[in-house]
């Protein structure tokens, strides 16, 4: 059976995720996944459900008593999983990262580590998975009411970006729409207004990115703000505010400015809408899984799906 990923229809759900992460797994089988500190119960019920599931093998580094514990308290055959031994979290970063940048594992997935730690490793010059870009993180998730997925970046990597790492984070993001079917993605790069305020240095850099997109220095993507979060999604917010604009009420993709909204952003919707979300490091040579550690079993689990997918899609996205 061949797989052509150059050209797929738009993903529009995490049920559609779901299958074409089944079908990646199905044609080219499943991928494997290293998990750093896999000594949490939702890391475990997320790794195991993807395992029946069929989308990943996963190898769990941590500490073999705990991970033994966690499991059987689950009910889960501690037989169907790979389980290695690691001093501490900080231990289980490396080997983990190791075990994927040597092509032993396809994806890396953080655990009952801390970010700091987990990414560390991950950007160790040595055995890390460093491209030379820079890495952010992106939060997909579908919203009641709309036809399609979201894209929301940076709310867990990049503190407070400057001009050129928000360039990179929007280029990430755009990448991941990409391996999705979505092309050309439409960017709404956020604020608290929709006009350039020479005293709002958010709404001024954000004006420059989309100046350069309309340039053509941003590729595969259609650009603009600054715009605020109603006129980005709701065509009706923007039609009552007056705004003309290819992205306004049809954005793909939710820019922020600093880590602080991102990360309010996304645990908002998490933890108040309750959305389906999935959450990936972008920028480095693998798919890292990097999800809060006090995230939803479903969150981690759709994670994995969306790594799954990303990790076959990557090399053809931009062929």
Request: glycine share 6%; net charge negative.
């Amino acid at each position: 059976m061949q797989l052509e990923f150059r050209e797929i229809e738009p993903i529009k759900s995490m049920n559609q995720l779901l299958d074409l992460a089944r079908l990646v797994a199905q044609v080219k089988g499943p991928k494997k996944v290293a998990v750093a500190a896999a000594t949490e119960a939702h890391v475990i019920e997320a790794v195991n459900e993807a395992r029946i599931e069929g989308l990943i093998e996963p190898i769990l580094f941590g500490n073999p008593e705990r991970m033994r514990k966690i499991a059987q308290e689950l009910g889960i055959s501690v037989e169907n999983l790979d389980l290695r031994p690691a001093r501490d979290p900080e231990e289980a970063a490396e080997l983990a990262t190791k075990a994927v940048s040597s092509g032993e594992a396809d994806i890396l997935m953080k655990g009952l580590v801390h970010s700091s730690e987990f990414l560390r490793a991950a950007l160790n010059r040595e055995w890390g998975l460093r491209t030379g870009r820079l890495l952010s993180h992106v939060l997909v998730f579908e919203a009641q009411g709309y036809d399609r997925l979201f894209f929301m970046s940076d709310g867990a990597m990049n503190i407070n970006p400057g001009l050129k790492e928000k360039i990179q984070i929007v280029e990430n993001a755009v990448t991941l729409a990409h391996a999705l079917g979505i092309n050309p993605p439409r960017v709404a790069l956020l604020a608290a207004v929709e006009v350039v305020n020479p005293e709002m240095e958010t709404a001024v850099e954000d004006a420059i990115i989309a100046k350069m997109a309309d340039r053509g220095q941003i590729k595969g993507a259609i650009v603009d703000g600054p715009l605020a979060l109603d006129n980005a999604v709701s065509e009706e917010a923007a039609r009552i505010k007056g705004i003309k604009s290819p992205v306004a009420g049809k954005a793909d993709i939710l820019i922020v400015d600093n880590i602080d909204v991102g990360n309010v952003f996304y645990k908002s919707l998490i933890y108040f809408a309750r959305v389906r979300g999935a959450g990936i490091i972008m920028g480095a040579r693998a798919p890292l899984v990097l999800t809060s550690r006090a995230d939803p079993e479903e969150v981690k689990f759709l994670s994995l799906a969306l790594a799954v997918v990303l990790a076959e899609r990557l090399p053809y996205v931009s062929a």
